[in-house]
């Protein structure tokens, strides 16, 4: 790992551990090779490059996604959050009319039997035949 192998001279040198590229004065990069003798340092610094902007991409998207999802699921929740509105509205008034309805039909039986009060007088006195 620590060797630099230069192809123009065949020598195996002391990686310059001081820069991270190693200098032209000590070998050009299309001649150099690191560690293994196959590792071309061109190829290296390309298939380095390419997988840091793969990941730099895909982070990117992911973060696009996740904001567009989110804004996403923000409206659809207003959006169920409305329909459950009109929804308990409308239970709430069909409740109404069902009530009103009983009521109806209670005073329906009352006033059949005579034990409905006149609106009248409200405190007349039942009769008993």
């Known amino acids: 790992v620590q060797c630099l192998w230069c192809y123009t001279n065949n020598t195996c040198i002391d990686y310059p551990v001081r820069s991270i590229l190693p200098p032209s004065s000590l070998c050009s990069l299309s001649n150099a090779r690191?560690?293994?003798?196959?590792?071309?340092?061109?190829?290296?610094?390309?298939?380095?490059?390419?997988?840091?902007?793969?990941?730099?991409v895909s982070i990117t998207v992911c973060c696009c996604y996740c904001c567009y999802c989110r804004r996403r699921s923000r409206s659809r929740l207003d959006e169920e959050e409305e329909q459950l509105?009109?929804?308990?509205?409308?239970?709430?008034?069909?409740?109404?009319?069902?009530?009103?309805?009983?009521?109806?039909?209670?005073?329906?039986?009352?006033?059949?039997?005579?034990?409905?009060?006149?609106?009248?007088?409200?405190?007349?006195?039942?009769?008993?035949?």
């Open 34 to 56: 690191w560690g293994v003798c196959w590792i071309n340092f061109e190829a290296l610094i390309i298939a380095i490059a390419v997988v840091a902007g793969l990941i730099l």
């Open 85 to 129: 509105a009109r929804k308990r509205e409308e239970r709430r008034l069909q409740s109404l009319q069902r009530k009103h309805e009983r009521k109806l039909k209670h005073d329906e039986i009352r006033k059949k039997y005579g034990l409905l009060q006149d609106s009248d007088n409200p405190y007349s006195r039942f009769e008993n035949e």
